[in-house]
């Protein structure tokens, strides 16, 4: 098991991302951050206070739940549906951020697309996602990413939160 990112390094990673979508969206004023549960719901929210801390002014974030909308789990055991949460502004005409730790297949993404469909229509959505692994089967890429790293289909990219696992790193099991 080899350690891609400990504690400081994510946290570098989230305010790198925080600048580049206030770059990006000029600001946060119409900026509404959706986390994709469970740990990309944990980095939406610490997300949504650093572009705060950032921009001086409070940014909307809420949680997306895709496993309904979802076509790769037919046939698996039945999942316990998360939240979905969304902020009292709503994501019509908003810029949306879509956010989750693991960018891998893409279709944990295209289902969020279609889960977002049913609370409004975006100005835009846009992607941030903590690590980006490739090996995608859907013309999805990330936006925004932590850092790019390149694995083995046979690899496993474990990302553990304080606030969910009691510790911050990103591991890649599989790998010596």
């Not at 400990?6 to 004023?29: W, Y």
């Not at 694995?151 to 790193?169: C, F, P, W």
Request: proline residues 5%.
């Amino acid at each position: 098991m080899a350690v891609v990112l400990d504690s400081s390094e994510i946290n570098r990673a989230l305010k790198r991302i925080a600048h580049e979508i206030i770059e990006r969206n000029k600001g946060t004023s119409n900026l509404v951050l959706m986390g994709i549960p469970t740990r990309g719901a944990a980095l939406s929210t610490r997300l949504a206070k650093v572009l705060s801390d950032l921009e001086g002014q409070p940014v909307e974030h809420g949680t997306l739940d895709t496993t309904m909308y979802r076509d790769d789990l037919r046939g698996s055991a039945p999942r316990t549906l998360a939240k979905t949460e969304i902020p009292a502004g709503g994501v019509h005409e908003k810029e949306v951020v879509l956010v989750d730790d693991v960018l891998f297949s893409g279709r944990t993404i295209r289902a969020a697309l279609d889960a977002l469909a049913e609370h409004g229509r975006p100005k835009s959505v846009q992607l941030a996602v903590l690590i980006d692994r490739g090996h995608r089967e859907l013309p999805i890429r990330a936006d925004f990413v932590g850092k790019n790293v390149p694995t083995n289909r046979s690899e496993r990219v474990s990302v553990k939160l304080v606030e969910i696992d009691g510790a911050d790193e990103v591991q890649i099991e599989g790998r010596p």
